[in-house]
């Protein structure tokens, strides 16, 4: 096939050597818009098929991720590791998602949850996905760069965030919420390194878990990080909605205005057990079905009164508490909608981004192009064998080539177990567990120890144990059987992260 020719806005002319191919690219999902047939202009008089196709995702089938010179490692998670790289065409800096998984078709890849969704956002305060390239089973995600993600900035403060800081930030995130949720998807894994920045600007990622409303329930998979989890999802609903992005945004304000995470459990019973410290226990008024819901795995909430979050939170406005209380109702119900909560008080004044920031606004010249960046034929050779790198940053590259067999055999591991994670409830909810000694031990003191000792009833109550509960019928184990238990508490509090 030959490079797409672009045809005007959204149009590109594809020529492609045969009527399979075509039909191939149709199948991708690609609108074809005129087929006839051409000649090439070489003069050689082959045949082929000029396919006209409409695109909002350009998806370039035959595009090698050699084009992309890949530059450093930003980040590596469940899924995927992703760089920073430079389109060798245009110059323009991309990130690069290479999927841990292999995928041995395109029809694969183009069902795949974080394409379908992403294909179909538009919008300022979202990552586009530019561009999906397989390549010798790999599966590579071109998306527009960004800077770094929250949590990163969060870690090298001492000094909380301006309200008026997350005022900027929370106000355009709910932008983007409001423009998915009433387009009928939600998230389901927001956590501050889900939330890219590039100077003021701030983008959800991260798709991966995303999920069209109308997809039936149930919905018995695992979802989220712990720590912004919401406590129907907790309870093994399987009939939550889009509330669960606006509990665990209700979590992420929070911590952007005290540099601490809300609920820092360290497993699921330990995180209600955190959630009731700080918003008291649910009762038949303010969530009955959650009471069902814990009935039905016979569990037994911590009898806590809880406490106000204005005395933990004592620098916040109190627009921000009510708009965090809100958010974090134990009642998915009971949450503010995100187009309610752009109404609110605490947003005032705040005026919507209307337009994309161009790409010429980001940055182009990336500060580790150089010594560090790889060479094309190290890209060209790690994609070629179809292997997965072990290879974490260029510049120790040769160091780390020396004990590949060793650190091979880890990181294969390693990423089974990430895999696995994924897959199985149990697993995955250590990935805020140290796994590979890069995690960046997070500053947990936390609000709700601070909390425990501010009130002595609570923190009386609060020792008594949650009665070891029993699993729902056709859900996997839970670490409510206390299965973390035998790890110290400060490692439990890492997060992974590639910084
Ligand atoms: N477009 C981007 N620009 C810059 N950095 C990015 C981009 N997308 C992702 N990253 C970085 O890579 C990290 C991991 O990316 P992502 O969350 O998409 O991977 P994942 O495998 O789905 O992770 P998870 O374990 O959260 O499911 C992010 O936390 C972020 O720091």
């Known amino acids: ?144 760069y960004m800077e770094c993600n929250l949590y990163q900035l969060m870690k090298d403060r001492v000094r909380p965030f301006s309200e008026s800081e997350v005022r900027n930030w929370c106000f355009q995130i709910f932008h983007a919420l409001a423009y998915m949720h009433q387009r009928g998807y939600f998230h389901r894994d927001l956590k501050p390194e889900n939330l890219l920045v590039s100077k003021d600007i701030i983008k959800l990622a991260d798709f991966g878990l995303a999920r069209e409303v109308s997809s039936l329930p149930p919905y018995t998979e695992y979802v989220s990080t712990r720590w912004y989890r919401a406590p129907e999802v907790l309870l093994q609903s399987s009939t939550y909605d889009s509330a669960v992005d606006m509990w665990a945004m209700g979590a992420i304000m929070a911590e952007l205005l005290t540099l601490h995470p809300l609920f820092p459990g360290t497993s699921e019973a330990d995180e209600i057990h955190k959630i009731c410290n700080v918003i008291g226990s649910p009762d038949e008024q303010s969530w009955p079905q959650g009471l069902s819901l814990a009935e039905a795995m016979k569990y037994q909430f911590p009898q806590i009164k809880g406490n106000q979050l204005s005395e933990v939170m004592s620098s916040a ?36 981004l209307t337009v994309r920031p161009k790409a010429s606004a980001l940055p182009k010249t990336p500060p580790c192009v150089g010594a560090k960046g790889i060479s094309e034929n190290n890209v060209a050779r790690r994609f070629s064998t179809g292997t997965l790198s072990t290879m974490k940053s260029n510049s120790n590259a040769s160091a780390k080539l020396s004990s590949l067999s060793k650190t091979g055999v880890q990181r294969k591991l390693h990423l089974e177990r990430q895999a696995q994670q994924k897959r199985n409830p149990v697993l995955r909810h250590s990935r805020s567990l140290p796994e590979t000694g890069r995690g960046a031990i997070q500053k947990v003191s936390s609000i709700t120890e601070k909390l425990s000792h501010m009130s002595v009833t609570s923190r009386t109550r609060s020792t008594v144990k949650p009665a070891a509960p029993v699993m729902k019928a056709g859900h996997g184990k839970s670490d409510f059987l206390g299965k973390t238990d035998d790890i110290p508490p400060a490692k439990r509090l890492t997060r992974k992260l590639v910084s």
């Open 317 to 352: 406005s109190s627009e921000a508490i009510d708009l965090i209380s809100s958010l974090c109702s134990w009642d998915p119900c009971k949450r503010p909608k995100a187009t309610e909560v752009l109404q609110h008080a605490f947003f005032h004044g705040c005026v919507p």
């Open 1 to 144: 096939m030959l490079c797409p020719r672009p045809q005007g806005k959204g149009k590109y002319l594809c020529c492609v050597q045969s009527a399979s191919a075509a039909a191939l690219w149709a199948s991708s999902g690609t609108h074809i818009l005129r087929k006839e047939i051409a000649q090439l202009d070489s003069g050689k008089h082959l045949p082929v098929l000029a396919v006209h196709i409409s695109l909002d995702l350009v998806v370039l089938k035959g595009k090698t991720c050699r084009g992309f010179k890949l530059i450093k490692e930003v980040g590596d998670g469940t899924f995927g590791s992703v760089w920073r790289a430079i389109n060798k065409q245009n110059g323009e800096v991309v990130a690069v998602k290479k999927m841990k998984k292999k995928y041995y078709s395109f029809e694969e890849c183009m069902s795949l949850r974080e394409v379908k969704s992403l294909r179909r956002m538009n919008h300022p305060n979202i990552v586009k996905l530019k561009e999906v390239v397989r390549e010798n089973d790999i599966l590579y995600f071109i998306m527009e």
